[in-house]
């Protein structure tokens, strides 16, 4: 599977936006999608996941601000972000795992195996 990430780009503190990674390829609805962040001079972490029958992970940094979710039939997994802080700013990225229907979610850098080009969120103060 072949990922792409778009939707980034310069926000204000307490804005919206909303990313989209669109998929490629076959079975997407075979994949657990997950969306990662890595800000300058920091490690890369994944900060929410969604699974092959939607249910989720998120990361303690975004829970309760952003939302994971998926539309099979576009091959499309989003991840809706409210309440950006100056620290969400960062190069997201999206990426997959194929996995069977009982898997636990993906929530680590190393559990996925296929990544997308980045897309960069600004948030200024």
């Known amino acids: 599977v072949q990922l792409q990430a778009s939707g980034g780009g310069l926000v204000q503190a307490g804005d919206s936006l909303r990313l989209s990674c669109v998929a490629s390829?076959?079975?997407?609805?075979?994949?657990?999608v997950g969306w990662s962040r890595q800000a300058p001079g920091k490690e890369r972490e994944v900060i929410a996941a969604i699974g092959r029958s939607g249910d989720t992970y998120y990361a303690d940094s975004v829970k309760g601000r952003f939302t994971i979710s998926r539309d099979n039939d576009k091959k499309t997994v989003y991840l809706q972000m409210n309440s950006l802080k100056v620290e969400d700013a960062a190069v997201y990225s999206c990426?997959?795992?194929?996995?069977?229907?009982?898997?636990?979610?993906?929530?680590?850098?190393?559990?996925?195996?296929?990544w997308g080009q980045g897309t960069l969120v600004t948030v200024s103060s």
């Open positions: 990426a997959a795992k194929h996995v069977i229907l009982s898997a636990s979610l993906p929530t680590r850098v190393d559990d996925f195996g296929y």
């Open positions: 390829g076959h079975s997407f609805n075979r994949y657990a």
